[in-house]
């Protein structure tokens, strides 16, 4: 079956070109829907992409990795043009959104990935070696059979992908990930593995934070877990520009209000406090366009 990419960033650029590499039949759906195709250049190869834009006439593995504050427009227009029965939906952004139960479709993966990549005009570079998990996004999913079909092709694009029952934590895992790096790589304005050691302090009270937080969501984490992988996944993305980074660079919207900002607001929400995550929300909203 044909792939569709939704999103033309990093972590887009790097499904759809490893996914054309494996073998797979690749199209993107672009923002301007005059562009008929694409070309893009990872690790010395060159990919060429025509375009589709909804509604789609056949069945389509559908993947998009969007930015959080796109996901509600995205889903917008999967109403007033439903995918074909066959098809699946797979979603990638970092962060969480306020009102995800409602608002994601039964039978949406969810797609989690510690790749770190970015964009250097119409080449993508994989600058950090990962591994990603794939679930249902609902809960109430869990008892559906695993789509073995759709994780080998995965796999064989971008490995290691591993089968999760419970995406959420690994989701949390991510969202912890993203609150202690990359507002950091903003503040500092340098690569992942440019981070100076003295901002575990700081971290370690992020984590904290978080792991509460979890904890009114039912979900179990550990500071001290938190901020180790943190510091490893800095070492294994150690040339990587984080997405906030290069958002601020090139003056666009960061996702920091679906990152830090998500749990200050959902800790006042529960009664809670998030003095660490609020403060560091607003730092990185003052160098953007947030």
Not at 167 to 176: E, G, V, Y
Not at 247 to 253: I, W
Not at 265 to 271: K, N, P
Not at 272 to 279: D, F, I, M, V
């Amino acid at each position: 079956m044909q792939w569709l990419i939704v999103g033309q960033g990093a972590i887009g650029s790097l499904m759809a070109a490893s996914l054309q590499r494996s073998g797979n039949n690749v199209v993107l759906k672009l923002r301007q829907p005059e562009i008929t195709s694409v070309a893009l250049g990872m690790q010395g190869a060159q990919f060429q992409f025509s375009t589709q834009n909804l509604p789609l006439s056949q069945p389509m593995h559908v993947f998009a990795a969007i930015k959080a504050y796109s996901v509600g427009d995205f889903l917008d227009e999967l109403q007033q043009w439903p995918l074909p029965a066959g098809s699946t939906l797979i979603l990638s952004y970092n962060g969480m959104l306020d009102n995800e139960p409602s608002l994601l479709p039964t039978d949406t993966l969810h797609w989690v990935t510690i790749h770190g990549a970015y964009r250097d005009g119409p080449t993508v570079v994989h600058a950090g070696q990962g591994e990603s998990w794939l679930g249902w996004a609902q809960p109430q999913q869990a008892s559906t059979p695993t789509p073995e079909t759709i994780l080998q092709a995965l796999n064989n694009a971008l490995p290691e992908v591993h089968w999760s029952d419970s995406i959420q934590q690994r989701r949390w895992q991510k969202l912890a990930m993203n609150c202690l790096i990359n507002p950091f790589t903003v503040i500092h304005q340098c690569r992942n593995g440019e981070l100076p050691p003295s901002i575990r302090a700081e971290q370690h009270k992020l984590a904290e934070e978080l792991v509460w937080l979890a904890h009114q969501h039912q979900l179990a984490l550990n500071a001290d877990e938190l901020v180790q992988q943190a510091w490893q996944v800095i070492a294994q993305t150690s040339a990587n520009y984080s997405s906030m980074y290069m958002d601020v660079k090139h003056q666009r919207r960061t996702e920091i209000d679906y990152l830090n900002g998500f749990v200050a607001r959902q800790a006042d929400q529960l009664a809670g406090s998030a003095p660490q995550h609020k403060a560091i929300w607003h730092r990185v909203r003052e160098l953007s366009l947030d």
